[in-house]
């Protein structure tokens, strides 16, 4: 018997059944997203996902953790051994995170959330309890439902569980900002730098690595504007813009209102609300038939539709 | 029948298809194949797949091109298949029941180079290393080094998801593709993912990459650039076993560091290898591990000298690190001619491609070696160890009696023993047709279900690349009628 065959956890049957097979249903997560995709319909029942981490193998770099956990929790378990995973911390749990599929700031480091989910566990519309991707770090077996879920909001499937990549943390990180350095000349010079955060005046750069390397890289900045170490800068609020990294040369402050933007990613922390673009027409039928697909009845999360920003 | 006859295919000039008249006038006659030669060639690639049969062979150079393409298929009730280089090992390009195969090889232009947003827009069918070559110095590269990156389309990479030694620390294709424009099987151009951080919608780039050409055809992809890496450190570990090579990359991923890339091969490929090309691997070794580490020139030694430490806790026999770049390169062409060096002892290879927990690595060999013995098959192994990306290669001769057979036995026990170990069918090679008829050992059939559920989304008629990946009862397609050519049909 393989690792990836029907899962015999009685925590994730226990949950399939509370799922069962009809009537409107929403997993929440920390709420910390909740509004993401638009309001929930009236009258859909909401449940948690089982918590607990299942298996952590920090010599593989993966660990299997039930979707109800706290990313903190997760976090705080992987410290121990030096690890951590690309999912953000905003104080929300493990599922909710795989299911909005956004990066923290720390994306430059940690890589993509999209990138970390090996396999996904998830109970289907029918009620089944599905399986997609597998235990492995790398993987090209058959078609890529991890990714498909990763970003749906729980509109394809209740998310369980899920095997994430961990990653080793850096022997160092440290924060350094500057008030009269150009943030792109910043990315453009260091070799693979942490997150950049621009608010307009202050350029905030983290730099991580081994010592010597860390050394490098702030003589580097000390050549590009006056530098002072710092904290790390405290979580960005606000509405979130996705730009691409060249838009935010130009972009357009009266817009965006107060900012911070994390620049070479292109997203940016801002006081006014992105715009909406609606999807290109084709690709809304390739959508509407994914969800039809999955959700032949439409029950996982109703009123809530991906790619609506 | 007249020569003239005989250049169209062996059929005569009153029974000229329709299909074949509206391919060329939306193309140029030119680059609508159609006689058998270039069928029979486009019937196979690089697997050991027989049984191809290709309809009319396009070579579109334009994306309009290849929606007409599409549209025309349809209209006659084709299918249609994408092709690269031809160089899949799973038999994903193989066409079967007489589709019209797509051949990008002619849309291979470096559109542009956005330094500003790290992408570069190219076509599918520009070869892997050339991309990388053309990136070089301007300080970046294209990340994924797959050892076919001399003749591989960037398009096939896409399909596969492939890898290559170096994506230990940098990731397979997948977090490498920023966007694609693809054409689906009814025409329309899909533009998936895009420039900005966090396209919107469902992650559909992320589920074409690795598709193997049943989602659509890609015809316009936006790559990531890597910079390159002014410090680089490679070292040689020599072992008297395999299980101790093993054991040190265990070791070295526990300590937390990802290398760039670790390679292990066994005595026997160690052997062919250096007698082929003289890259100064020692021949008496058991196995060695080809570790590289790279980043900033201050720092990389740190992670060499652990790894040199952790080899030498785990029975090394010896630990070189390359003096400088021409040892580097000459150490990386014995790991990269492999294969070449393998025709240098029997004619035929076939090389798997499975994936185990890298702590299983040593126990599977082990069961590898065994396999083989029982089966009276030469065995050989090059692993892309730091993921656990198993590649034995059988080596034989076809033309001796009952050959294939053991091959094919033998090949199944390794894939059988991959999954009880807890790994999966494939690290990069694909599923194919290869791989369909063991889906079912790694996935219940709901899961199956719901892949398909995907593949549908994209292509409900399932007219894209028919017949591959999914197994029999769970496939769209009728794999039992597509592997038997109707009569009547030609091409
Ligand atoms: C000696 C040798 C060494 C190899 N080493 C490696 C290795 O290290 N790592 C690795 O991952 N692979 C390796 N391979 C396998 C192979 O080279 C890769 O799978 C490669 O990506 C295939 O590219 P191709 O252009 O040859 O594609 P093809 O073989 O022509 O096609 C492969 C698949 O891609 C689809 N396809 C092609 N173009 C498109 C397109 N534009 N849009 C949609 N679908 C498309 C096809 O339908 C097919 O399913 C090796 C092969 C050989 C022969």
Known sequence: MTATLLSTDPVLAAFAEEVGESGPIAIVGGRTRWE??????????????????????????????????????????????????????????????VAVGQNGVLRPMRGETRSAVLQVRYVSAEGKIVTGGGPTVKNVSGFDIPRLMTGSLGTLGCIAEVILRTNPMPAQTRWFASN?????????????????????????????????????????????????????????????????????????????????????????????????????????????????????PGRLNPGRVVGLR | MSILDRLRGGRTAHDVDPLLVEL??????????????????????????????????????????????????????????????????????????????????????ILEIDEENGIAWVEPGVINLDLTRHLTPRGFHYAPDPSSQQVCTIGGNVAN????????????????????????????????????????????????????????????????????????????????????????????????????????????????????????????????????????????????????ELGIANNATE?????????????????????????????????HDTVVPRSKLADVLDQIYEIADRHDVLVMNV?????????????????????????????EEIITASLAAGGVLSGEHGIGVEKQPFMDQLFTSDDLDHQNRLRRAFDPTCRANPGKVLPMGHSCADIQQLRSVPTGVWG
């Open chain 1, 36 to 97: 993401n995709g638009g309001a929930l319909v009236d009258g859909t029942r909401t449940i948690a996902a089982p918590s607990g981490i299942v298996e952590y193998i920090a010599e593989e770099m993966i660990v299997k953790v039930r979707a109800g956990t706290s990313v903190a929790e997760l976090h705080a378990s992987l410290a121990e051994r030096g690890q951590v995973t690309a999912l953000p911390e905003r104080g929300g749990t493990v599922g909710g995170a």
């Open chain 1, 180 to 296: 009269d350095a150009d943030p792109f000349a910043v990315h453009r010079s260091l070799l693979a730098p942490g997150p950049i955060l621009f608010d307009g005046s202050t350029t905030t750069v983290m730099v991580f690595g081994h010592a010597p390397a860390v050394t490098e890289d702030v003589m580097m900045l000390r050549t590009l504007g006056t530098f002072t170490e710092c904290e790390p800068p405290p979580d960005a609020t606000g509405h979130r813009w996705s730009l691409s990294p060249r838009d935010l040369q130009t972009l357009d402050v009266a817009a965006v209102g107060a900012f911070v933007a994390e620049i070479g990613v292109g997203i940016v922390h801002a006081s006014n609300p992105q715009p909406p673009t609606p999807l290109a027409p084709d690709v809304r039928v390739i959508h509407d038939r994914m969800k039809a697909e999955f959700d032949p």
């Open chain 2, 24 to 109: 060329q006038a939306a193309l140029t006659p030119e680059r609508v194949k159609m006689d058998s030669a270039q069928r029979s060639l486009l019937g196979k690639d690089a697997s050991m797949f027989e049984g191809g049969v290709s309809g009319p062979i396009c070579y579109p150079t334009s994306t309009d091109e290849v929606v007409a393409i599409a549209k025309i298929a349809e209209r006659h009730g084709r299918a249609i298949v994408p092709r690269g280089a031809g160089t899949g090992l799973a038999g994903g390009a193989i066409p079967l029941g007489a589709p019209v195969v797509v051949a990008m090889t002619k849309m291979n232009a």
């Open chain 2, 161 to 308: 998801n492939s890898g290559g030694p170096h994506c230990l620390a940098y990731g397979v294709t997948n977090p490498h593709i920023a966007a694609l424009e693809v054409v689906t099987a009814t025409g329309e151009v899909l533009l998936l993912g895009g420039l900005d951080a966090e396209p919107d919608g469902y992650d559909l780039r992320g589920v074409f990459v690795g598709s193997e050409g049943t989602l659509g055809i890609t015809t316009k992809i936006a790559v990531r650039l890597t910079k390159n890496r002014p410090g680089v450190r490679t070292l040689l570990l020599s072992f008297a076993t395999i299980r101790d090579a093993a054991n040190t990359v265990s070791a070295v991923i526990a300590a937390g560091i990802v290398p760039a890339a670790m390679e292990v091969m066994d005595q026997k490929i160690t052997r062919a290898v250096e007698h082929y090309v003289h890259a100064g691997y020692p021949i008496d070794a058991g196995a060695v591990l080809l570790a590289e580490v790279d980043g900033a020139e201050a720092g990389v030694d740190i992670d060499a000298d652990r790894i040199r």
């Open chain 2, 319 to 351: 630990v070189r690190l390359a003096a400088d770049e021409t040892e580097r390169a000459l150490l990386w062409k014995g790991r990269k001619t492999a294969f070449g060096a393998i025709a240098q002892i029997a004619p035929d290879y076939y090389l």
């Open chain 2, 383 to 411: 692993l892309h160890a730091g993921d656990g990306n198993l590649h034995p290669l059988l080596i034989f001769d076809g033309r001796e009696d009952g050959v294939m057979e053991r091959i094919q036995a033998a090949g």
